[in-house]
């Protein structure tokens, strides 16, 4: 046994850090949505995975998305700048995203994951008729690193949503992009919204503080799309018993797509995945776009 282990171990873990940077294209096909919108979350950019969200968004540019879409974790929370977030510049297309708790460095490591997971089953109200999460903002959230992220992504061409819509013509149609702000922080308060007849998307990070608001699509992050996905877990994620990624639109909800982000936690300064390889969303995609997956 001891034999095997030796043998296994260090291929298994040779299988999953390479697993934790194929990244796929996942297309997604939504009723009315505009064409070739693109969706990435948990970037988490640091040194040792700078390279790999080069990639991406190569990638990314590549597709000649109509608007890019991205879904927070920008940072790991260890940051003492923020340089690496010039990475963004290279986006072609319109950027549009909402912060994730590690950009408040709220939750970022096991034991207070777990805490703010807990609070927010028991805490937090997210009805979409008296949504609130104020519970959370116990005054551990690092507003001032977010404030300055925000300013830095700004500065980068990423148009920062914390609580606000924005109303984006798309291909000659017009989409309205809800940001709501981290629930994890306690920060997320969604914003009035004018009754439209267009496209609305909510852009959220924890799905687990969505509510079932007026939209014809709600994207959220965080999971990491459960970052090992063995068969008994990924079976319960597909019966919908848990929610770690993929397209959740039962019992009469407003259709959430989880992803399972571009980048994970790491350990010992190495990214891994099992079964769960890292997206780039592409939502009704082009015939030029479908060619370029092809």
């Given at each position: 046994m001891a034999i095997f282990m030796?043998?296994?171990?260090?291929?298994?873990?040779?299988?999953?850090?390479?697993?934790?940077?194929?990244?796929?294209?996942?297309?997604?096909?939504?009723?009315?949505?505009?064409?070739?919108?693109?969706?990435?979350?948990?970037?988490?950019?640091?040194?040792?995975?700078?390279?790999?969200?080069?990639?991406?968004?190569r990638e990314v540019n590549r597709l000649n998305p109509s608007l890019v879409l991205i879904g927070g974790d920008f940072v790991t929370g260890e940051e003492e700048d923020f340089v690496s977030q010039e990475v963004w510049r290279s986006l072609d297309a319109p950027a549009y995203a909402?912060?994730?708790?590690?950009?408040?460095?709220?939750?970022?490591?096991?034991?207070?994951?777990?805490?703010?997971?807990?609070?927010?089953?028991?805490?937090?109200?997210?009805?979409?008729?008296?949504?609130?999460?104020s519970a959370l903002n116990d005054g551990s959230a690092d507003t001032p690193f977010a404030d300055d992220l925000t300013a830095v992504l700004e500065e980068n061409g990423v148009h920062v949503l914390r609580n606000d819509y924005a109303r984006v013509a798309?291909?000659?149609?017009?989409?309205?992009?809800?940001?709501?702000?981290?629930?994890?922080?306690?920060?997320?308060?969604?914003?009035?919204?004018?009754?439209?007849?267009?496209?609305?998307?909510?852009l959220i990070h924890e799905p687990s503080c969505r509510a079932d608001w007026d939209a014809d699509l709600i994207l959220a992050g965080h999971t990491h799309g459960g970052q090992f996905l063995f068969?008994?877990?990924?079976?319960?994620?597909?019966?919908?018993?848990?929610?770690?990624?993929?397209?959740?639109?039962?019992?009469?909800?407003?259709?959430?797509?989880?992803?399972?982000?571009?980048?994970?936690?790491?350990?010992?300064?190495?990214?891994?995945?099992?079964n769960c390889q890292p997206e780039i969303v592409l939502i009704n995609p082009t015939e030029e776009q479908l060619r370029a997956i092809a």
């Amino acid at each position: 046994m001891a034999i095997f282990m030796l043998i296994v171990l260090p291929s298994m873990t040779g299988y999953m850090a390479w697993e934790a940077r194929a990244v796929e294209v996942t297309v997604l096909s939504i009723d009315g949505a505009p064409e070739g919108i693109v969706y990435i979350t948990d970037p988490h950019v640091r040194a040792s995975n700078i390279d790999h969200v080069r990639e991406v968004i190569r990638e990314v540019n590549r597709l000649n998305p109509s608007l890019v879409l991205i879904g927070g974790d920008f940072v790991t929370g260890e940051e003492e700048d923020f340089v690496s977030q010039e990475v963004w510049r290279s986006l072609d297309a319109p950027a549009y995203a909402v912060l994730g708790n590690h950009d408040y460095r709220v939750g970022i490591d096991g034991p207070t994951g777990i805490e703010r997971l807990l609070a927010t089953s028991t805490s937090a109200v997210v009805a979409a008729g008296a949504y609130d999460v104020s519970a959370l903002n116990d005054g551990s959230a690092d507003t001032p690193f977010a404030d300055d992220l925000t300013a830095v992504l700004e500065e980068n061409g990423v148009h920062v949503l914390r609580n606000d819509y924005a109303r984006v013509a798309v291909g000659g149609e017009e989409i309205v992009i809800v940001g709501i702000d981290d629930g994890w922080a306690g920060m997320a308060d969604p914003p009035e919204v004018p009754a439209t007849d267009a496209f609305t998307l909510y852009l959220i990070h924890e799905p687990s503080c969505r509510a079932d608001w007026d939209a014809d699509l709600i994207l959220a992050g965080h999971t990491h799309g459960g970052q090992f996905l063995f068969p008994v877990i990924k079976q319960l994620n597909d019966l919908g018993v848990i929610e770690l990624a993929g397209l959740f639109d039962g019992d009469g909800k407003t259709p959430t797509y989880i992803s399972r982000g571009v980048c994970t936690s790491s350990f010992a300064g190495v990214e891994l995945r099992f079964n769960c390889q890292p997206e780039i969303v592409l939502i009704n995609p082009t015939e030029e776009q479908l060619r370029a997956i092809a």
